[in-house]
């Protein structure tokens, strides 16, 4: 496969999605609560150490309808950006967020393979959005990341993990899972060192392992 068909084929999924909470999750809305739960409690330790991150401004990368932005970040940072390729999502997450809607900042309409970022971030928070990328373009997206943190600014990474030592690819929405040794690679190739690092538990155990890391910049 191309790589314009790999991103055409997502997009073309994801237009088909709907804009909810169950669609966004591929079926696990119920587990929302669940996720969020174990994200706060990652973000508490990382806010908590030794030289956090400030809380002005996160971004939210492949935010979909805002759910991690309302029901996580808005409640730690002063602002929080969303970049998310598909409209309907980014209108659903403006509707979704309601009366926090003042923390918003800027709103990217783009695909993180085309994203550059313009602002210094405390926080650049990616969930399950990676896997949209191949290898090149999450490296080179990494790298501008890497360079738009804020003093002791931290890139969050939430990521299913193969439990193999093979990228598995899903057909259906064109995404790719890679295994841990993939990813600390790449990490290492973009100088970043995983300052914290966690399993989210409480989802079925027939999916695949859900990691949280912490990434700074290697000094």
Same mark, same amino acid.
């Given at each position: ?76 940072? =002063? ?86 030592? =093979? ?53």
């Amino acid at each position: 496969m191309t790589e314009k068909d790999f991103y055409k084929k997502a997009a073309i999924y994801w237009a088909n999605v709907p804009a909810t909470i169950d669609g966004v999750l591929g079926g696990f809305g119920n587990f929302s609560d669940i996720d969020i739960d174990g994200s706060r409690a990652f973000l508490n330790k990382v806010l908590s150490s030794a030289n956090p991150p400030a809380t002005k401004l996160a971004l939210d990368c492949g935010a979909g309808i805002g759910r991690v932005t309302k029901h996580l970040l808005i409640h730690y940072f =002063e602002k929080i950006d969303l970049v998310e390729p598909d409209l309907k999502f980014i209108t659903e997450a403006k509707i979704n967020i309601g009366d926090d809607v003042t923390k918003l900042g800027t709103l990217y309409q783009t695909g993180l393979q085309n994203f550059r970022p313009h602002k210094n971030y405390d926080v650049i928070w990616c969930q399950w959005v990676l896997g949209h990328l191949n290898d090149s373009d999450l490296i080179k997206f990494l790298s501008r990341s890497k360079e738009a943190l804020s003093k002791n600014g931290l890139i969050i990474i939430k990521e299913n993990i193969t439990t193999s030592k =093979e990228v598995e690819y899903d057909e259906d929405d064109s995404s790719m899972t890679r295994p841990l040794e993939l990813m600390t690679k790449i990490f290492d190739q973009v100088n970043l060192r995983i300052i914290h690092s966690d399993i989210q538990y409480g989802f079925p155990e027939d999916i695949y392992p859900i990691h949280c890391f912490a990434l700074s910049p290697v000094q």
